[in-house]
């Protein structure tokens, strides 16, 4: 969540560095998350995802249950952005002496509240004691091979569709941190974001999708993964994004076009995810029906040698941005 | 590592609040590892353990490979307990700012480096900046029915065997913290501590054990988590604590008794199980030829009114240490 392109540079490097898994190993480090074939039709999914206070939360404005449930969210994100569903996690917290007991409990009131609304068992965990609160989640997931949807599957022609609305969660950030102006459902998608594992699971029962990554740093820098790991460029027309209702007002506010916002925001939560032209209109009925989430079309995969490009509402084309912007920081 | 009793309690209390786990889930939360039932004869072992620099590290004493290498030891130390093997790992890392990327890189380097000495795969991880350094492990492995070995078995009459020697670690800590002294194998054993995972895999295969738990915090304080799982008391002989060379000479400088180093020090990794009586020579003269390790009985097992006991020397009883001291405040 809300890496800078120096991170991700680093992390490549590390990754390069790890030796080469077995054929067991279906996906490696890279991917949403880990996967290991355990029989023919049995894949495990792994994955972790940290919350630092400072860096991804401030303690101020979210309650500890909040901080809990989101630490939960972030990660059934990932497995739902793999066509998986969440099954166990260990929860590891280092907790600060500052922090009174009743913190950490309601943390774990937050933690467990989660689990719960996605059926996912609680099988362990630690508890360090340290300068600042990190919570840590390590969930464990399933799928299927043919269920299974990674980064690397887009072609070129294909419709790049996100779910539900860009701009929000960073919207809503700023809402906490400038408390002039109160605009609940921002402000909720920043606390308390839904990953959207039902969707998810449709989209991966469809079996239409060529990839899809969660939206946790903002699309222009997610489908920037799905491009490197698929070897294609892509191209997205701001007029087509989906910018949630008060996301023009915060970024007025801000000082921001509200594009920004929507793909450099991060924190949404949402699925992109890359279909062939002529399935489209199939799943983006499909998701509406069964569940009744909005699915729109946002842009199209390229050659790669096309580049990743954004068309203005005024037909200008500039480069897509490529980096979420460190919150807390600006 | 290194808990006070108010975390244990503290961490009961998560427990208890904890929703029951499903039929599949065999031992949740509370052991030294969860185990999922995946089919018939295919356990799954997944455990956490982290490295909280300043708590149980201090950067300056060890090198960043060293704590890469003790970030995976100490989790393998868990799996091996549960009488498993490690399979696949993940890596999440609060990497503070002040650090070069090269630490990062070195930190990285010792736990491949750890990974590759018991073929474990690493699979995936998460990175975040932070204010402290945290190397967060995340381990799966795999066990069967059969060969798992739980905290829970222990009955009355068995015996208390422990691998190796004890207090090694703690007393290499303290000549890291004085250097005015240099004993190689003392420092070695608290910087990189070597999991028995073959001995745990020799005793698994035996099925002669009725309970095991890896030396973490301490003989005094983990046989006591085996007497809390198990319903039992226990009674412990100083005389046959199997007390490292060295660390009667580090007691002494630290004005103790080799004794408290012994069961209060923690951090020896060593396995601590119990057994039939009548199978204890089996069992010591199996790890002893096939391996080389040294095992030693020391004590045994009583029914749960009696408490939990050490017998010194001069004969007088007195009740067992139950808690590990924070090694970097003391």
């Known amino acids: 969540m809300g890496k800078k392109q120096s991170e991700f540079a680093y992390i490549k490097n590390l990754i390069d560095?790890?030796?080469?898994?077995?054929?067991?190993?279906?996906?490696?480090?890279?991917?949403?998350?880990?996967?290991?074939?355990?029989?023919?039709?049995?894949?495990?999914?792994?994955?972790?995802d940290a919350l630092v206070e400072g860096v991804h939360f401030k303690s101020t404005l979210f309650r500890?249950?909040?901080?809990?449930?989101?630490?939960?969210?972030?990660?059934?994100?990932?497995?739902?952005?793999?066509?998986?569903?969440?099954?166990?996690?260990?929860?590891?917290?280092?907790?600060?002496?500052?922090?009174?007991?009743?913190?950490?409990?309601?943390?774990y009131d937050g933690i467990i509240e989660e689990c719960k609304r996605y059926n996912i068992q609680i099988i362990g965990g630690n508890i360090s004691s340290g300068q600042e609160l990190v919570v840590d989640i390590f969930m464990l997931g399933k799928t299927t091979q043919d269920q299974m949807i990674l980064r690397s599957g887009a072609k070129a022609g294909n419709k790049v569709l996100v779910t539900g609305f860009l701009g929000e969660a960073a919207a809503g950030l700023q809402l906490l941190l400038n408390p002039k102006f109160n605009i609940d459902n921002l402000i909720s998608k920043q606390l308390t974001p839904t990953p959207r594992l039902k969707e998810a699971?449709?989209?991966?029962?469809?079996?239409?999708?060529?990839?899809?990554?969660?939206?946790?740093?903002?699309?222009?820098?997610?489908?920037?993964?799905?491009?490197?790991?698929?070897?294609?460029?892509?191209?997205?027309?701001?007029?087509?994004?989906?910018?949630?209702?008060?996301?023009?007002?915060?970024?007025?506010?801000?000082?921001k076009d509200p594009?920004?916002?929507?793909?450099?925001?991060?924190?949404?939560?949402?699925?992109c995810f890359t279909v062939p032209e002529k399935y489209v209109e199939k799943i983006t009925s499909v998701i509406k029906e069964q569940i009744g989430t909005q699915v729109s079309v946002v842009g199209e995969i390229l050659p790669k040698e096309a580049g990743r490009i954004l068309?203005?509402?005024?037909?200008?084309?500039?480069?897509?941005?490529?980096?979420?912007w460190d919150h807390l920081e600006n």
Chains 1, 2 share one sequence.
């Open 311 to 324: 068309v203005l509402k005024n037909g200008e084309i500039i480069p897509l941005p490529n980096s979420g």
């Open 17 to 48: 560095k790890l030796p080469r898994t077995g054929k067991d190993v279906i996906v490696g480090a890279g991917d949403d998350a880990g996967v290991i074939k355990l029989s023919e039709d049995q894949y495990l999914l792994a994955t972790t």
């Open 259 to 271: 594009w920004e916002l929507a793909l450099s925001g991060g924190e949404d939560y949402e699925l």
């Open 201 to 255: 699971l449709v989209i991966a029962k469809s079996r239409l999708a060529t990839s899809m990554i969660d939206i946790s740093d903002g699309l222009g820098q997610d489908i920037g993964h799905i491009c490197d790991s698929s070897g294609v460029g892509v191209k997205i027309y701001e007029e087509r994004l989906p910018i949630g209702s008060g996301v023009e007002e915060v970024a007025g506010m801000m000082d």
């Open 64 to 107: 500890p249950e909040e901080v809990g449930r989101k630490a939960v969210a972030v990660n059934v994100s990932d497995i739902a952005a793999m066509g998986g569903k969440p099954t166990y996690c260990m929860v590891s917290l280092v907790l600060p002496k500052i922090l009174d007991e009743a913190y950490g409990i309601k943390l």
